[in-house]
């Protein structure tokens, strides 16, 4: 049996580079080998404020994006998280197993609910549901980028606390996180991570950015003092933040990149950096506009759901026989 992968990105903006280098590039390596879950977790965005036109239009466009970077839906389920409702269910009773405390350290409740007068709950039990998200399936392998691991290590947790009070159910998810690229910085400051959600649009390459767009928030991209193309994540963060950029799209070594640039100083690297970037998102850019004007995505989600709804029932149906549910006649 292969194994089963699940993953979600929220239609919560534009989605940017670092959710592609992050996630979804190992999306499409995952695909070959495994029995591949993609979502877009709609539940998990409105744990913030969004306005239902957008939302409906981010959603339709965020899996249009992952059949463009090149999830084949004939291959990986591809589906909404809101159109499978036991997620939402499970959401509630992992809810129920979680502490006060565990949901308190999360640094992302933390970073998004900084200096905010007034943050809604779902933010706050965002992890239970995304623990639901992946034990729904029993899925073995969860890729991610960086950010995410506090909130695998909850599910983990979470699985670990139901097979420990209920018997032995849930399959302990493992994270599956790239070594380059993992968390991929803002372009105008390298101590905050590449976010879609990020006011400042010059912070983020978005997928769906023109090339011309593309290079000029590259050429404006705050560099380290010095000029020599060197990776030091804690010395150099902003040029070893581009160079792994540059390595994800051109498919090239850290060290070929610092051989290629040696004595060239930032100019030289960031112009080519740029033209990198254009060539692996012309693509799927292009794939991106016939898919959205084929009209399909509302089939691919159809199918994606349908395929997936039997084992979430089915697991929603088993946890609550456990934990003493009375069933309906
Ligand atoms: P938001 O700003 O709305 O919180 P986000 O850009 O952080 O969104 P998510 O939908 O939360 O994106 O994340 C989708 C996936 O992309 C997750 O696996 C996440 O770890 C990964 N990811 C997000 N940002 C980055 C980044 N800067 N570098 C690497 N991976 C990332
Ligand atoms: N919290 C994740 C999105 C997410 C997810 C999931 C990721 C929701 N459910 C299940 C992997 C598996 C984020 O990207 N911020």
């Known amino acids: 049996m292969p194994k089963r992968v699940l993953s979600g990105i929220q239609p919560s903006g534009q989605l940017t580079l670092g959710n592609y280098i992050g996630a979804i590039q190992n999306f499409v390596k995952l695909q070959e080998t495994h029995e591949c879950f993609f979502m877009v977790v709609d539940l998990h965005a409105v744990t913030v404020p969004q306005e239902p036109a957008a939302l409906r239009e981010q959603t339709e466009a965020v899996a249009a994006l992952f059949i463009a970077a090149g999830i084949d839906p004939a291959k990986a389920s591809v589906f909404a998280q809101s159109h499978v409702p036991a997620h939402a269910e499970l959401g509630w009773l992992m809810t129920t197993l979680t502490y006060m405390g565990e949901l308190e350290r999360m640094t992302q409740f933390k970073d998004k609910a900084a200096g905010k007068e007034s943050v809604g709950a779902g933010l706050f039990v965002y992890p239970a549901l995304m623990a639901a998200d992946i034990l729904v399936y029993n899925a073995d392998l969860v890729p991610v980028g960086d950010d995410q691991k506090q909130h695998l290590e909850l599910t983990r947790d979470l699985a670990q606390r139901f097979n420990t009070r209920f018997g032995d159910y849930f399959t302990i998810p493992e994270p599956y996180i790239p070594k380059i690229g993992a968390r991929i910085m803002s372009l105008d400051d390298a101590a905050k991570k590449m976010s879609k959600s990020n006011p400042n649009p010059a912070s983020f390459i978005a997928l769906l950015d023109p090339p011309d767009m593309i290079r000029k928030k590259i050429s404006r991209a ?108």
């Open 222 to 329: 705050t560099t380290d003092s010095g000029r020599e193309v060197a990776f030091d994540p804690a010395g150099k963060p902003e040029i070893s933040n581009l160079m792994s950029i540059y390595a994800h799209c051109a498919g090239v070594t850290l060290e070929e990149i610092a051989g290629r640039y040696e004595g060239q100083g930032y100019g030289a690297f960031k112009k080519d950096l740029a033209e990198h970037v254009v060539a692996a998102l012309e693509p799927l850019q292009a794939r991106y506009r016939e898919i959205r004007s084929s009209g399909e995505i509302g089939d691919i989600l159809k199918r994606g759901a349908e395929r997936v709804s039997a084992i979430a029932n089915q697991t929603l149906a088993d946890v609550k026989e456990r934990m003493g549910f009375l069933a309906p006649r």
